[in-house]
Structure formats: C-alpha cells, structure tokens
C-alpha cells in the first residue's frame, strides 16, 4: 500500500507532501503495532501490581516458553508475562501457598521432562524465585517450614527430595519398587502416597502413606489400600489434612474425601455421591470440591460439603481444568476461557475467553490478592 501511495505522488511532483504523508503512515502503523503489544511480554518490573489479583498460567510441553496472564478481581486489566519454562503447572495438581509463595514444577519438554527446579512465585512482589534440584521428571510438590519438596519416580526408584532453602542444601529418601504419586505438608509434617501392583492380585494395587518429619525423618507407614487412591490434590488446616480420592485399589472410579489427623494419623472418611473429586478447598464452614477428571478433562460439577455432612452440588456450565478460590469469587480457567463466580451462590459474574495456540494449555491459577 505504501509503495502504490509513493508511486503516485512521485508523478504529482510534489516531494514536501510526500515527505509529509510517509511520516503519517510511518506513525499510523507505529501506533497500530504499540496496540497490539499492549501488555504483552511485560518484564516484572513493568507489570502494574495494583491491579492484579490473579494469574493464569499458559505453557507448552514443546518449547521453553510459558506466560501467566494477570487479571485484577473483575476480568479486567489483562497484563501479560513471558516467562523462560516448558510445562509449567499442570491440571493434577495445584499450586502449593507457603510462606507467602506460591509452588509450581517447570518438568521441561515433554520428551525430556529434565528441568531439574521447582518455582516459588511471591504473591506480593511476584517476584520468581528458582530452588534446584537433583532429579528430572517432578512429577509433585509441597512446601513447609523453609523447604520445598518434589518427587519424582524413575527406572523403578521413587525419590523423596527436600531442598533447604535456609541452609541452601538437599536430601532425598529412595524407595525402590513403589510410584511416588504425590505429598502434602501439614503441621511440620510431609505426608508421601505411593503405589505398587499387589503381587498376590495384580488388578490391584497397594496404596501407602508415608509420614515424614519436615528433615525427612520416617515417624509413620501405614497401607491405606482399602481407601483408595488419591487425586492428588489436597489442603490442609491446622489440625486436618484433607484429600480427595477418585479411584479404589482396582482403579475403578469412585468419590470420597480423607480426613487424616495431622499429630495421630487417624483417618476419616466423608463421602460424597458423585465420582471423580478432584480440588478441594475450605470455604467459610464448608468444603468446597470439584468433580473432574483431568485425564480425559471432563467434569463441570462442584459440590458444597457442610459440616453435618449435607452435601449440595451446582453444575457451573464450564470444565473445570484449573480453579482456585480467589477472595469471594471462584475462578474457572479451561482452554476456552476464564470465568468468575460469585460465592457461596456460584453465579456467573464475569468471564474472559482464551484463543489459546496450539500445542498449548492452561495449566494453573495463581491466587496473589
């Protein structure tokens, strides 16, 4: 267009108004390329901390390229952030909150998965802080008491791994012959789940819990086989940890929530009709659990656990990949959008859709109000 525009004013012989028109254009098309990048690839330093509440996360298996897209309480504000990591967060998991910061795996490229760090974001400063360790393939994650934890399981060995962040060193426990599947950390405790085939019936398996001091020290074992296996996903109060089981010991699906007392180890179990429970969080009085299956990334159904036991559900419309509680408001993020819902009625306040690229997910909600 620029150049059919200059071949016409150069048979009008009029240079001066040439001169004039490029510096239009030339301005017009600098103005239209600063819209487009507004907001995007933001440095730390640039981001406007004022109006972030939130963040979702956006990563890729295939390149060493995520970013999280900041919003503030009502869906507004989008800003965006590059960042330097191949999956980063994943829909089996949540982001751990400790110390103010909150904890994600970067497992590297899919084929490699060798990122060998676990990230903490702070949720004042969102500054990103790496903290190393030895093994590839992190797989889960805790953080307590000035540690951060992973697990990883390779050629039949799972490793337990602890990183000091005082005193800057690591330790790890190896079990051989079990899949660590995931940790949690409660009341200077590490509780640790895996899994083995049971050698007398092979359509089984055999789940244990494994309690740690915060150094790593074994204090308790127990086979929680008749439980279940856990989701993965789980929070903690100061007295109760709280975990969600969504298969039994054959794999076969089912819904029940564990309530493990954090100084004696005594299991409860609360039940709740519907399969695959997945997050959990305490919202007032109640809990508060989704109902879906990250693997075939299907379920669209929460349910509302009072203390009696009275359990109601609400089916929000929208899959529930990623959530998190976020002040009053509970936020939804899937591959189609970002969506805002008001507690504890769960009506639709607001929403934002995503065009995410190919080969692309959306992997976490990070919850820095």
Not at 179 to 208: R, W
């Amino acid at each position: 267009m620029m150049s059919g525009r200059i071949q016409q004013l150069k048979t009008g012989k009029k240079p001066q108004i040439v001169k004039c028109i490029l510096f239009t254009e030339a301005l017009l098309f600098f103005i239209l390329l600063s819209a487009c990048s507004v907001n995007r690839n933001k440095r730390l330093s640039e981001l406007d901390r004022d109006s972030i509440d939130f963040g979702v996360v956006i990563t890729t298996e295939s390149a060493y390229h995520s970013k999280i897209l900041w919003f503030d309480s009502e869906l507004e504000a989008a800003q965006e952030q590059e960042l330097s990591y191949a999956a980063l967060g994943s829909p089996f998991y949540v982001p751990v909150e400790d110390h103010g910061e909150l904890f994600l795996i970067p497992q590297g490229l899919g084929n490699q998965k060798d990122t060998k760090k676990v990230i903490g974001v702070n949720k004042g400063s969102l500054e990103i802080t790496e903290y190393p360790f030895q093994h590839i393939a992190l797989n889960h994650m805790a953080a307590a008491d000035d540690r951060v934890y992973a697990i990883n399981t390779l050629n039949g060995v799972s490793c337990l791994e602890a990183w000091d962040k005082k005193n800057q060193s690591s330790k790890t426990v190896e079990l051989p012959g079990v899949h660590f599947y995931c940790i949690f950390a409660g009341n200077h405790k590490l509780f640790a789940f895996d899994m083995q085939e049971n050698p007398v019936d092979p359509n089984k398996y055999i789940s244990t819990m494994h309690v740690y001091t915060s150094e790593l020290n074994l204090l308790k074992e127990e086979d929680i086989s008749e439980y279940g296996m856990l989701s993965g996903i789980g929070i903690a109060d100061s007295e109760y940890l709280f975990v969600t089981v969504n298969v039994d010991e054959e794999y076969a699906p089912i819904g029940k929530i564990l309530k493990i007392h954090q100084d004696n180890f005594t299991i409860e179990e609360i039940s709740t009709s519907k399969d695959s429970p997945h997050a959990i969080y305490q919202y007032q009085q109640d809990l508060i659990v989704t109902h879906y299956d990250p693997v075939v990334d299907q379920g669209t159904q929460v349910s509302i656990i009072e203390p009696n036991g009275r359990e109601t559900f609400k089916d929000l419309k929208v899959t529930l990949t990623n959530t998190a509680i976020v002040e009053n408001s509970f936020i939804v993020a899937n591959q189609a959008g970002i969506y805002q819902f008001q507690l504890p009625s769960f009506e639709l306040l607001n929403s934002y859709p995503l065009n995410v690229a190919d080969g692309y997910y959306v992997s976490a909600v990070l919850a820095v109000d």
